[in-house]
């Protein structure tokens, strides 16, 4: 299994309820509307940060993680003609692309309670 993390700050101008908006109920439907997304996502979590007073303030507005069967599964995904027409200009909207951060990984799981 194959597991890409993207790391993502909101674009200048915007708030971060904007932000969170915008990618919950514009961006995503994008994405979900691609076959690709169906075919080759197995799991895709987004993350947002939370106060926790005792810890510095959060350097990103959200943390994908989005689970694939192999490097290929990925790449058929995101090299897609939907998703480079459709999906991929949309991040210019509410993302500042200068700081998106990403990695290709394998799971190493500690821990693994369901």
Same mark, same amino acid.
């Given at each position: 299994?194959?597991?890409?993390?993207?790391?993502?700050?909101?674009?200048?101008?915007?708030?971060?309820?904007?932000?969170?908006?915008?990618?919950?109920?514009?961006?995503?439907? !994008?994405?979900?509307?691609? *076959?690709?997304? %169906?075919?080759? @996502?197995?799991?895709?979590?987004?993350?947002?940060?939370?106060?926790?007073?005792?810890?510095?303030?959060?350097?990103?507005?959200?943390?994908?993680?989005?689970?694939?069967?192999?490097?290929?599964?990925?790449?058929?995904?995101?090299?897609?003609?939907?998703? !480079?027409?459709?999906?991929? *200009?949309?991040? %210019?909207?509410? @993302?500042?692309?200068?700081?998106?951060?990403?990695?290709?990984?394998?799971?190493?799981?500690?821990?693994?309670?369901?």
């Amino acid at each position: 299994m194959i597991k890409m993390i993207i790391t993502l700050k909101r674009r200048e101008g915007m708030t971060h309820d904007e932000f969170k908006h915008y990618q919950q109920n514009i961006h995503r439907p !994008l994405l979900m509307s691609i *076959p690709e997304s %169906e075919q080759y @996502i197995r799991r895709f979590v987004v993350s947002y940060p939370v106060p926790a007073p005792r810890y510095p303030a959060s350097e990103y507005d959200s943390v994908v993680e989005a689970w694939f069967d192999d490097m290929a599964g990925l790449e058929a995904l995101f090299f897609s003609e939907n998703f !480079l027409k459709i999906v991929d *200009p949309d991040h %210019e909207n509410f @993302i500042d692309l200068s700081t998106f951060g990403r990695v290709i990984c394998e799971e190493d799981v500690v821990i693994g309670r369901d």
